[in-house]
């Protein structure tokens, strides 16, 4: 399945971004710790120009540790800051702390003329990397629009909390995918909006990737012990094994299929890294 998806407000995302870099002194760039190269936009390499950034691995609870620590020492030898975070946690107070660390020269200088000066950042990432839910997680109130599905955030959304405006941005992909395996793991992980993709395609071309990445998720998940098989077949026996059945008693793979990926991004198959370094 060749997947594209690049909707109008994506366009008019990049350009209030670029008309914003003036106000603000960093970039707080949100990764979905499942697929880290996936998520790095080349759309952003202008906004990364002559600014600050903090890297936020998002979702470190979907992956092991031992992986995601390769993803952190790479990072660190290349000179970037980064903090882990788990949005969904309600804390994700690293993450002011780690961009006072990146701004610390600015704050050392105002505070040798004994004055206070506030940090703006903008916030940036693909859609679904958890860019609102971390706001929200910092600020303790759901000020920031957040959903399941991406391009919740549309508009621009200034927040403020210790010292720290945030400045929200929609989630924003590239115009074209070059490489598909890139655009399959954002498929998965839900940066990709769904209503344009092939569910049952999708979720064959997943079980085939499960099966070299993570064969234990779909035999414990589902109880499929022999993995020797298409995926078609597999989803098949997902559908059979949970009773997904249509009209005549026919399998309903498309449910299966629904369910293979819901499995995953909400972490029912284990923790899976998609993109190791």
């Not at 020492?73 to 969904?88: I, N």
């Not at 955030?153 to 395996?181: A, H, M």
Request: one cysteine or more; glycine letters at 8%.
């Amino acid at each position: 399945m060749n997947i594209q998806w690049f909707p109008g407000h994506m366009t008019k995302a990049i350009r209030m971004m670029e008309e914003n870099l003036r106000l603000v002194d960093a970039l707080i760039y949100v990764i979905d710790a499942r697929a880290v190269s996936s998520c790095i936009n080349p759309l952003f390499t202008k906004l990364l120009n002559g600014k600050k950034v903090l890297y936020v691995f998002n979702k470190c609870d979907l992956v092991e540790s031992a992986d995601l620590s390769r993803w952190c020492e790479k990072f660190k030898k290349q000179g970037k800051s980064f903090v882990k975070a788990v949005g969904t946690s309600g804390d994700c107070s690293q993450i002011v702390a780690g961009l006072k660390s990146v701004m610390s020269d600015k704050l050392d200088r105002f505070a040798k003329k004994g004055a206070n000066v506030s940090i703006r950042a903008m916030v940036v990432g693909v859609p679904n990397s958890g860019k609102s839910t971390i706001i929200n997680s910092m600020i303790k109130r759901a000020k920031a629009v957040t959903g399941d599905r991406p391009g919740v955030t549309r508009g621009k959304q200034w927040l403020s909390i210790d010292g720290v405006d945030f400045l929200d941005t929609p989630g924003t992909l590239w115009g074209k995918f070059e490489n598909q395996t890139v655009a399959h793991h954002l498929a998965y992980i839900g940066s990709i909006k769904d209503d344009i993709l092939d569910v049952l395609e999708l979720a064959c071309d997943f079980s085939d990737e499960l099966k070299v990445v993570a064969p234990d998720g779909l035999k414990s998940r589902y109880g499929i012990d022999n993995l020797d098989k298409s995926a078609y077949e597999i989803i098949e026996e997902i559908a059979s094994r949970r009773g997904f059945k249509l009209r005549a008693d026919n399998l309903d793979v498309e449910r299966a299929s629904r369910t293979l990926i819901d499995d995953f991004r909400k972490g029912r198959l284990g923790k899976i890294m998609l993109e190791h370094c």
